[in-house]
């Protein structure tokens, strides 16, 4: 199985940046694509952004032009860089990974936090 670890979140005041670093360990050769996906209190999950292993990108349009994700394969870690951050921007932050449907996927990090003050 593959287990994720996340890491970078914080508070930031609005405008500032933050970077998230996922670390996947276990069978990672098994993971097709990474992303991240965001859930602030009283709403649903919802995709932030994806990567895939041909590195094709796709991003929710409301962070388009402000976050960007990357991932270093001899690392095993995926990573978003967040900028020009906004109060809505503030959620629980959950590293994904996604796999054969043979497999146990999808698979999911603790969450971290990212508050963005006004």
């Known amino acids: 199985q593959v287990q994720l670890v996340e890491s970078g979140g914080g508070l930031v005041q609005a405008g500032g940046s933050l970077k998230l670093s996922c670390t996947a360990s276990?069978?990672?050769?098994?993971?097709?694509?990474m992303g991240w996906y965001r859930q602030a209190p009283g709403k649903r999950r919802e995709l932030v952004a994806i990567?895939?292993?041909?590195?094709?990108?796709n991003y929710a349009d409301s962070v388009k032009g402000r976050f960007s994700i990357a991932r270093d394969n001899a690392k095993n870690t995926v990573y978003l860089q967040m900028n020009s951050l906004k109060p809505s921007d503030t959620a629980l932050y959950y590293c994904?990974?996604?796999?054969?449907?043979?497999?146990?996927?999808?698979?999911w990090g603790q969450g971290t936090q990212v508050t963005v003050s006004s």
């Open positions: 990567i895939d292993i041909g590195d094709s990108t």
């Open positions: 276990g069978s990672v050769f098994t993971i097709n694509a």
């Open positions: 994904n990974a996604d796999g054969p449907v043979s497999l146990p996927f999808p698979r």
